[in-house]
């Protein structure tokens, strides 16, 4: 099937205190070849330059959202599903850049199979200095992917492309969790649709000292929403209890890790 005007694709960026990073993002969106997408960005009242980052670009793609107060990145993903107008979505996380040809890559599988709900790649880890960390792509021929999926988002939300259809079926971002939701809702489009997983490197994802996910609030939730969804995993997929005893030590031994590192125990 040939790529048709009406396969509008809308790439949600949600943006808060990102004005360094928020144009180069942007600029690798602008620069796709496919080019039939809207930008949609909802920022959680900034406190710095990213709106006025934002706002330089004159381009008529770009949907621009202003909350009036900061509500958290879980509410404005929620905010925000009201407002995609495209068929197909892609998320773009403020510190992350995408190769040139993501987009034309994976829409060809969504048109080729009408039972694919997903497609991910694989991506770069890099710093701040945009040096390479690692090279994630290691799941690409896991059969048994759930077992890994259990412990692990082993998909990187800056690199997944999902049909809309699918996600609103499946009750698209949750309101009950506050920093997993990007794991949730990629593991309940999995459970109920085919999927691709991409070994190509298409994404360059941050780590950043001052992410999300390295902040002192996330350390009293992550524990918490992963074992949540690995309740979900266990009755989707009817693990073993062997597995789920693996996957419940793997979950604990990933955040003692994370946390031992914060506090530059190791």
Avoid: P
């Avoid at 009036?68 to 998320?91: D, M, P, T």
């Amino acid at each position: 099937m040939t790529m048709k005007k009406k396969n509008l694709i809308t790439i949600l960026i949600n943006s808060y205190n990102g004005e360094k990073t928020i144009q180069k993002a942007i600029k690798s969106v602008l620069a796709q070849t496919y080019k039939n997408f809207e930008i949609l960005i909802i920022d959680d009242a900034s406190t710095d330059n990213t709106v006025k980052q934002i706002k330089k670009f004159k381009n008529k793609k770009i949907r621009l959202y202003i909350n009036n107060k900061n509500i958290g990145l879980g509410k404005s993903r929620i905010l925000a599903q009201s407002k995609i107008r495209g068929e197909y979505v892609c998320i773009l996380d403020q510190d992350d850049i995408w190769n040139t040809n993501k987009i034309k890559t994976q829409l060809k599988f969504f048109l080729n199979n009408k039972k694919i709900g997903l497609v991910a790649t694989s991506y770069k880890l890099v710093d701040e200095n945009n040096s390479t960390i690692s090279l994630e792509n290691k799941y690409y021929h896991m059969k048994n992917f759930q077992n890994y999926l259990s412990y692990k988002n082993i998909f990187g939300h800056s690199t997944i492309m999902y049909k809309k259809i699918c996600a609103k079926s499946v009750g698209w971002y949750s309101n009950k969790l506050i920093y997993a939701q990007d794991y949730d809702l990629t593991v309940k489009i999995l459970a109920k649709y085919q999927f691709i997983f991409l070994k190509n490197c298409f994404v360059k994802i941050r780590v950043s000292s001052k992410s999300m996910t390295n902040s002192d609030i996330f350390w009293s939730n992550k524990v918490n929403e992963n074992l949540i969804i690995l309740k979900k995993i266990r009755n989707i997929y009817n693990l073993t209890l062997t597995n789920l005893i693996k996957n419940y030590y793997c979950v604990c031994k990933e955040n003692i890790k994370l946390l031992l590192k914060k506090f530059k125990i190791i």
